[in-house]
Nanobody, 123 residues
Framework: VQLQASGGGLVQAGGSLRLSCTTP????????VGWFRQAPGKEREFVAH????????YYGDSVKGRFTISRDNAKSTVYLQMNSLKPEDTAVYYC?????????????????WGQGTLVTVSS
């Protein structure tokens, strides 16, 4: 299953980016989707997840209030709007399709992963 993450790039601190994750429809409609990130030399970190119908969302403490996850089931796409970016947000961001309709903070709760998109925030 191919997940396509896009939208990463270089941005100054305080700026914004919007990441997109496009998934095959058959694996998307009834499943939660999550975003994780991994900075160089660090473990993969949970960022956010959204339930199959967009009815519930959950965020990691480090991004709460700055990032917003949303989904458009008609387009089989999930978005991560990132505002007030900080240099510590620099990482490769991965999207993943969950094993169930409701998301998980653990990477073990996801069955399919995208290739990642790099976000670099300069100070």
């Amino acid at each position: 299953v191919q997940l396509q993450a896009s939208g990463g790039g270089l941005v100054q601190a305080g700026g914004s980016l919007r990441l997109s994750c496009t998934t095959p429809r058959r694996t998307f409609s009834n499943n939660a989707v999550g975003w994780f990130r991994q900075a160089p030399g660090k473990e993969r970190e949970f960022v956010a997840h959204i339930a199959w119908n967009g009815g519930s969302t959950y965020y990691g403490d480090s991004v709460k209030g700055r990032f917003t996850i949303s989904r458009d089931n008609a387009k089989s796409t999930v978005y991560l709007q990132m505002n007030s970016l900080k240099p510590e947000d620099t990482a490769v961001y991965y999207c993943a399709v969950g094993r169930s309709s409701y998301g998980s903070r653990s990477s073990t709760g996801y069955q399919y992963w995208g290739q990642g998109t790099l976000v670099t925030v300069s100070s």
